[in-house]
């Protein structure tokens, strides 16, 4: 596997060249070239959020060795998340916090018309 210290610097390219040109689209090959061999997989099917969660990771890890340990990707793009879940018989309460970074919200679409 290669170095992934610069997937941080590529991203932020991204970025900047997003930011400041009136090109629709860029090419980033050069942050595709800083992600492990099996996400660069052409033929290997993956959805957006395991792909956020793969990229959140290498950010995350190439964040903390700039920053000192600080853990910024988190700070900013990490929730907590409370489940509570009631016995009916006994009525013990069991509360399970947990962390996420990403939400699944169901979507009702409105029925078509024919």
Known sequence: MKLLSSSLIQIQ?????????LRPYIVP??????LPDYLRSTYAQQDASEFFKVLSDILE????????????????FEGKIKTRIK???CKFIV?????FTD????MDL?????
């Open 13 to 21: 390219k991204i970025f900047a060249l997003l930011l400041g040109s």
């Open 29 to 34: 090959k050069d942050f595709r070239n800083t």
């Open 61 to 76: 890890f190439d964040a903390r060795r700039v920053c000192q340990g600080e853990n910024m990707f988190s700070k900013h």
């Open 87 to 89: 016995c009916d018989d």
């Open 95 to 99: 509360i399970k916090e947990e962390k």
């Open 103 to 106: 939400l699944f919200i169901p």
């Open 110 to 114: 409105p029925d078509e018309e024919p």
